[in-house]
Structure formats: C-alpha cells, structure tokens
C-alpha cells in the first residue's frame, strides 16, 4: 500500500513548477501503478497551452474557475469545481484559469518526474525520458 501526505510531499523532489503553476505529484512511475496522479496548482489570471502528444490526461477541477479550449476546434468548455475533462485524443489546449485552481490529475503512461514542458507544450515520450 502506498500512503502520501500532499503536504509532505510540497516542496520536495516531487514538486514541479513552471512560469505560474506547480503540481505535487503524489504517484510516479516508479511507483508501479500505471498511471501518475498529481496535484496541480495554477495561478489565477493565467493562460497555458499544452499538447500531451505522448500521454492521455483526465484533470478533475477541486476548487477554482477558468476555461479549457480545444485548439483543433476552437470548442471553450467551463470549468469549475466538480468538472472534469480528459485528453483521450492528445488534445492540444489552451487553459485560462480566472481564479486559483486546484486540480487532481492522472497521466498515461505515468510521467516520471523529471519531465519538463517542451517548445511545443508536450512532455517527451517515457522512452527519451529514461535515456536522458
């Protein structure tokens, strides 16, 4: 069994932060699970594009309100608390977030911790992760 405290993991190697957001990722690949599940926190009045080209995303919305807008199609959904959205197709986005928002979120496959946001707003395959 694996039990994690959010609030011992903040502030350690598991905590990943960008320009405007930080996630605490509380499952990892390492961990076995098949998936990760994280933490993630964004800034209110912030806007950040994304495209998991190599994983699948489910985002559940804890506390906050924004937008989610599918770039392929120009589609805006609301998002507030008790809304979720998942990237089954590798959607590329762009999430504005008009206050604080807390999010739960699951990656697959599982990311591993060390990824890094690229150019393109995708995290590099598992594969070129391990070899890096």
């Known amino acids: 069994m694996i039990v994690r405290d959010l609030n011992d993991a903040m502030g350690t190697e598991r905590e990943a932060a960008a320009e405007r957001w930080r996630s605490v990722r509380l499952l990892l690949a390492d961990d076995k699970m098949g998936f990760s599940f994280h933490i993630t926190i964004i800034e209110a009045g912030s806007e950040h594009t994304f495209h998991y080209k190599n994983h699948f995303e489910s985002v559940y919305c804890i506390s906050g309100e924004g937008s989610i807008e599918d770039l392929a199609t120009g589609e805006v959904h609301q998002i ?25 979120c699951t990656f697959n496959p599982p990311v591993t911790g060390k990824e890094v946001h690229r150019a393109d707003g995708s995290y590099a395959p598992a594969e070129e992760e391990s070899a890096a």
């Open 80 to 104: 507030k608390p008790g809304v979720m959205y998942a990237l089954n197709l590798h959607d590329k986005h762009t999430l504005r977030c008009k206050t604080e928002c807390v999010f739960a």
